[in-house]
């Protein structure tokens, strides 16, 4: 498959952090979108927007009519309870890969989450666990993808520690000598891009991507990487996970249904090892990170400034 041939990509969470970068870089890439949106949207070149989402199956069908490729990134990273991570993650790719099916697609992208690795630690991860085996079990032609923590301009989700660190501070989960993984958005999408085409080392395939750093980061390294892109010299708290429960609980009361922290995401925290698998890496040849993660750090921090995030 060539990009110049216009072939035709639908997308899922088009409209969200990951998914308007890959939006782009689609457009930019020579195909046609087809993007699911739940609003209405500015009439863009090469976009047919669909109007709808993932409960609903008849905008799903139009989504993925004539569609080469079905690209899922649409999901919940979080939610007040089991429902909403259910019917977000579980029911909506149920919904996805039946449309794709009907509708003839081939070839269907998943964008899992390196949660899916742990289900027993989180709703979201078991939800994303149940999701990638669905896919798997689809019969199309099928790739997933696990990102670890994504960053970068315009991502509200680690905007709190950069908040933290313009104070001074980052709060970390109890072992600050816990490691993690991590890519720029951009990265990602790129990733995502070279997954498109239909290929046999990629069918039937589960990869993990990330900003190639060996190891990946202790908790403590990459707060103290945050400091520095936001020109702080900042003070790593390790805050124990019962306190970290009382936060959720306070979360909770405070922001209701759009709390951060919550009970969930308490579990996901404290785990000590959130790194890839070397072994599951894309192939070096064909896709590698291009952003050393300090400089995309400091890049995203001049983002939340110009923008008045922070």
Same mark, same amino acid.
């Given at each position: 498959?060539?990009?110049?041939?216009?072939?035709?990509?639908?997308?899922?969470?088009?409209?969200?952090?990951?998914?308007?970068?890959?939006?782009?870089?689609?457009?930019?890439?020579?195909?046609?979108?087809?993007?699911?949106? %739940?609003?209405?949207?500015?009439?863009?070149?090469?976009?047919?927007?669909?109007?709808?989402?993932?409960?609903?199956?008849?905008?799903?069908?139009?989504?993925?009519?004539?569609?080469?490729?079905?690209?899922?990134?649409?999901?919940?990273?979080?939610?007040?309870?089991?429902?909403?991570?259910?019917?977000?993650?579980?029911?909506?790719?149920?919904?996805?890969?039946?449309?794709?099916?009907?509708?003839?697609?081939?070839?269907?992208?998943?964008?899992?989450?390196?949660?899916?690795?742990?289900?027993?630690?989180?709703?979201?991860?078991?939800?994303?666990?149940?999701?990638?085996?669905?896919?798997?079990?689809?019969?199309?032609? &099928?790739?997933?993808?696990?990102? !670890?923590?994504?960053?970068?301009?315009?991502?509200?989700?680690?905007?709190?520690?950069?908040?933290?660190?313009?104070?001074?501070?980052?709060?970390?989960?109890?072992?600050?000598?816990?490691?993690?993984?991590?890519?720029?958005?951009?990265?990602?999408?790129?990733?995502?891009?070279?997954?498109? !085409?239909?290929?046999? =080392?990629?069918?039937?395939?589960?990869?993990?991507?990330?900003?190639?750093?060996?190891?990946? &980061?202790?908790?403590?390294?990459?707060?103290?990487?945050?400091? &520095?892109?936001?020109?702080? %010299?900042?003070?790593?708290?390790?805050? !124990?996970?019962?306190?970290?429960?009382?936060?959720?609980?306070?979360?909770?009361?405070? %922001?209701?249904?759009?709390?951060?922290?919550?009970?969930?995401?308490?579990?996901?925290?404290?785990?000590? =090892?959130?790194?890839?698998?070397?072994?599951?890496?894309? !192939?070096?040849?064909?896709?590698?990170?291009?952003?050393?993660?300090?400089?995309?750090?400091?890049?995203?921090?001049?983002?939340? %400034?110009?923008?008045? &995030?922070?």
């Amino acid at each position: 498959m060539t990009a110049g041939l216009h072939k035709t990509i639908a997308i899922t969470g088009a409209t969200g952090f990951v998914g308007g970068r890959m939006l782009d870089l689609v457009l930019r890439s020579g195909y046609e979108a087809r993007a699911l949106t %739940r609003r209405k949207q500015d009439d863009r070149p090469g976009v047919t927007w669909v109007r709808g989402a993932l409960d609903n199956p008849a905008s799903l069908e139009t989504l993925c009519h004539d569609a080469d490729v079905v690209l899922h990134i649409a999901g919940v990273v979080n939610a007040p309870d089991r429902a909403g991570f259910e019917a977000g993650n579980v029911a909506g790719t149920l919904a996805v890969i039946g449309s794709a099916k009907q509708a003839g697609t081939k070839r269907f992208v998943h964008v899992s989450s390196l949660a899916a690795t742990r289900p027993e630690l989180s709703i979201y991860g078991e939800t994303k666990a149940k999701a990638e085996k669905i896919v798997a079990t689809s019969g199309l032609d &099928w790739t997933i993808i696990r990102p !670890p923590a994504v960053y970068g301009p315009g991502d509200a989700e680690m905007l709190e520690l950069f908040k933290m660190a313009r104070l001074g501070f980052v709060t970390l989960p109890p072992d600050a000598d816990g490691r993690m993984s991590v890519i720029h958005v951009e990265d990602l999408c790129e990733a995502l891009l070279v997954l498109l !085409p239909e290929q046999e =080392d990629f069918t039937a395939g589960i990869f993990e991507v990330d900003d190639g750093k060996p190891g990946g &980061w202790t908790q403590a390294s990459f707060a103290k990487a945050i400091g &520095w892109a936001m020109g702080k %010299r900042i003070t790593a708290v390790g805050v !124990p996970k019962s306190l970290l429960r009382l936060g959720a609980r306070a979360d909770r009361l405070i %922001r209701r249904d759009k709390a951060k922290l919550t009970k969930d995401r308490v579990n996901y925290f404290c785990h000590d =090892d959130w790194t890839i698998d070397p072994q599951r890496r894309l !192939p070096a040849q064909l896709w590698q990170p291009q952003i050393e993660t300090r400089a995309g750090l400091k890049d995203t921090a001049k983002w939340y %400034r110009q923008n008045d &995030w922070l």
